[in-house]
């Protein structure tokens, strides 16, 4: 059973607009959560984290919103850009599952120039 | 910079035969893992080793084994290949503690069982 989902398989948004990616999970024990990158023919790179401590992080362009009572995160890319073209996985750990990563199915985002 | 490195970026075999697949990682971590993925399914996790001889399976372990006999390298072993484990391996590696950060992934091996 996928404890973690990304119900949109594809995403297409035009350079300079916002791009927003979804993740929802099930296992409410999950406290550490991430997105990866992944561009085609090269591993998954990571690209930002957030603790459930937190409800927001931020970096440069890229901000994760957490919702622990909805139980969903999204990924903003404020401004998209072409080479953010590529396949972005969200995935989530539990501190009692030591380190094991459970990922989403991945959405492949799509800009537009 | 952590680098991860996957021995075989593209592998074609015939089934039945025995397969290695090898993964090394320069950043001295504890932890190391095996991932397959496929269209529409994500990553999975086939096995991962939290300290050298150490093996824990993951969601998907059957048909594979793992060796770890130094902590830099994590093979993957695939005994007798068959066509459904056509797919794209990923070897990540993470450092020590529980929950405590991001995988750095290799490459990819693309594996190809005829």
């Known amino acids: 059973d996928q404890q973690v989902k990304q119900n949109s398989p594809s995403l297409s948004v035009q350079e300079g607009r916002i791009s927003i990616l979804n993740c929802d999970y099930t296992n409410s024990m999950f406290d550490y959560f991430l997105w990866y990158k992944k561009y085609p023919a090269e591993g998954p790179t990571f690209l930002i984290s957030?603790?459930?401590?937190?409800d927001k992080n931020e970096d440069g362009r890229f901000t994760v919103f957490l919702n622990k009572s909805a139980k969903h995160l999204s990924l903003h890319i404020v401004p998209s850009q072409p080479g953010d073209s590529a396949v972005y996985f969200c995935a989530a750990s539990a501190y009692l599952t030591g380190n094991q990563f459970y990922f989403g199915t991945g959405t492949s985002l799509t800009v537009i120039p | 910079d952590v680098k991860v490195t996957q021995s075989s970026r593209y592998l074609v075999k015939r089934t039945g035969e025995k397969v290695f697949l090898e993964c090394v990682q320069d950043m001295d971590h504890e932890n190391m893992f095996w991932y397959r993925q496929d269209p529409g399914l994500g990553l999975r996790l086939i096995y991962f080793s939290y300290d050298v001889k150490m093996k824990e399976k993951g969601d998907i372990p059957e048909g594979y084994s793992v060796s770890r006999e130094k902590k830099e390298r994590f093979s993957l072993i695939l005994e007798s290949a068959s066509t459904n484990q056509t797919s794209m391996y990923l070897c990540a590696s993470s450092a020590g503690g529980i929950n405590t950060g991001e995988l750095f992934f290799g490459e990819g091996s693309r594996l190809t069982v005829l």
């Open positions: 957030i603790s459930s401590i937190k």
